[in-house]
């Protein structure tokens, strides 16, 4: 078996250690001595949608947003039918943002691709902080960080999860990111996926599935240290939330 992962633009979207999660992609197939290709997608370049068989999209400031927004809308149909056809995507902060139907900064209003009817506005005071889930995707909490300035309005869809402790999408603590077929939206950052080895293998084996059929299981790791990881920064969570650090 073989994966072939697509890192959408990375010398624009990469401004929260977005390659911590493709590191995670790439090291967790291959400890299972599953195949992997990661192929860099240049902006401006074409996109072969039919060769990639999982979609990295990092976070990037407004104005790089902006130029990788511009580069999207060339292949926003392309994506589209990508998502709508089962394809897995991981789109993180910016990434997430772009996936919606605009975001509007504080100078101005741009369009993004509109394969998900979310949008995004800005707000001057930033999100920022440790953040916990609880997700119908995984037994552990999903823990990461959070800083953001955008509020996404996801209207009906699913969420990635209920807050625990932090902020989320809009700053009222109720939900954060987004799950649609084989699409996960998040603000968390950290990076995301070596904290959360079960978000990561989810990613894996969805894609795997969509390629090999729903036979395909992952082997597991040994996920102790992170595992021992997530469970202290819960614990901090709860001691700091005590003492009226997080609503």
């Not at 999660?21 to 860099?40: A, F, H, K």
């Not at 039918?81 to 139907?101: D, I, K, M």
């Not at 998040?186 to 059929?213: F, R, V």
Request: glycine share 16%; charged share 25%; aromatic share 8%.
């Amino acid at each position: 078996m073989k994966l072939v992962i697509g890192h959408f633009y990375p010398e624009l979207l990469n401004l929260y250690g977005d390659r911590g999660n493709l590191s995670c992609l790439r090291m967790r197939l291959q400890w299972r001595g599953i195949g992997v290709t990661v192929v860099p997608l240049a902006a401006g370049e074409p996109v072969d949608f039919s060769g990639l068989d999982l979609v990295l999209m990092g976070g990037g400031s407004d104005r790089e947003q902006e130029l990788a927004c511009g580069f999207l809308q060339k292949i926003k149909g392309e994506f589209y039918r990508y998502v709508e056809e089962g394809g897995t995507v991981l789109a993180v902060c910016g990434g997430y943002q772009l996936l919606g139907e605009y975001y509007q900064t504080r100078t101005k209003k741009l369009k993004g691709l509109g394969i998900l009817g979310i949008h995004t506005t800005w707000e001057p005071a930033r999100l920022v902080g440790n953040i916990i889930l609880d997700s119908g995707l995984c037994a552990d909490a999903i823990v990461g960080f959070e800083n953001h300035g955008g509020r996404t309005w996801i209207g009906d869809y699913e969420p990635l999860g209920r807050v625990r402790l932090g902020l989320g999408n809009t700053g009222d603590g109720a939900w954060e990111g987004i799950h649609y077929k084989n699409v996960i939206g998040t603000y968390l950052h950290g990076p995301l996926l070596p904290k959360n080895p079960q978000i990561c293998d989810l990613l894996l084996e969805t894609a795997l599935k969509e390629k090999y059929g729903s036979a395909v299981r992952l082997s597991p790791l040994p996920d102790e240290l992170e595992q021992i990881a997530g469970r202290e920064m819960v614990k901090r969570g709860r001691r700091r939330q005590g003492r009226g650090l997080f609503h």
